[in-house]
C-alpha cells in the first residue's frame, strides 16, 4: 500500500494505458457519426438572418471536436485511428522485445565474445532509424498500390527489424554480467546446459528489465511514428492529391492526422490541428508515466542506445 503511494507514476501510467486500450478497441463502436460522413454547406436562420455554415466547424453540441474543412468529425477520425496507433506500437515493440530477447540472451552466453555483432552495435547507434525508414517507405507508401493491410506489415517488419539491435544491445549486456555470477557458474559445473542456464536462472533475472524495456520501446516507437507523419509518411499508407498537393492519413491515425492537418496551426482553426496533436501527447504520456512507475518499482536502470 505504501509503495503504490509512493509511485503515483506507475498507477496513474497504468490507468492512462488502459484507458487507452478500452478507446482503440471500443472507439470505432462509440465513435458519433460513421466514417465517411462529412458536414456540408448549410444555411440557417439566426435572429432573423440566414447564416451559412461551412467546414471547418467549431467544438459543439454537435462536434465536440469540431470538423475538419472537409467536414469530417474530428472525434470519429480519432476514435476509428486509435486502433493504428497502439496496436501497430504494440505489435512492434513485442516483436522487437521477443526476438531481441532470444537474440541477446544467446549472445550473452556465449563463450566467445561476438566482437562483429557489437561493431554492427556501435556503428548502428549512431544512425537515426528515422533516416532508412523515412527513405524505405517514401516511394512505397504515398499513392501506394499496396493495400492498406501490406503496408501496415511492411512498416511492423521494417521497424522492428532496423530497432532490434537496441533491446539485443541491452539483453545481452545484461546477460554478459549474470553469467558471471557465482550461482551461474556452479549451475555450468554442476552440468547444466545453456538452455537451462537461460530459462531457468537467466532470465528470471531480467523478467523486470523486458517489461521496461516493452514499454520504452513502445514510446519510441510512437516518437517514431509522430516524426515521420511530420514528414507526410502515415502507417497504413499516404493518399496525395494535387492542386494544391495534400497528403491525407488513410488509417486516421494520430501521427497521421497530425502531419494531416499541421498546417492549421495558424489561424482560426486550431483546434483542427490541436486535436490529434492532444490525443497523440496522451498516447505518450501514459506509456512514460508507465515506464517510470516501473522502473522505480524495480529499482532498475535501462539505458536505450539512442537509435532515435
Sequence with gaps: MNRSRSNPSLWIGGILVCLLLLIAIFGPFVAPYDLDFQEKTSSTIVNGKTVIKTPPLEPSAQHLLGTDKWGYDLLTLLLHGARYTVFVTIAIALLRVLLGTIIGLYMGMS?????WWIT???AWSYIPIFIPVYFILLGVNVNSDL???????????????LGMPSVVSSIRQKTEQIKNMQYIIAATSLGAGKNALIFRHILPQIKEQIVIVFVVEMVAIMTLMGQLGMFDLFVGGTKMTMDPPTFYSITHEWAGLIGSYRSFIYGSSTWIYMSPLLAFIFAIAAFTLLSKGLRDRYQTTYHRTPYI
Design 147 to 161: 493495400s492498406t493491410s501490406a503496408l501496415i506489415v511492411l512498416f511492423i517488419f521494417l521497424v522492428t527489424l
Design 111 to 115: 563463450e566467445e565474445k561476438q566482437n
Design 120 to 122: 554492427i552495435e556501435n
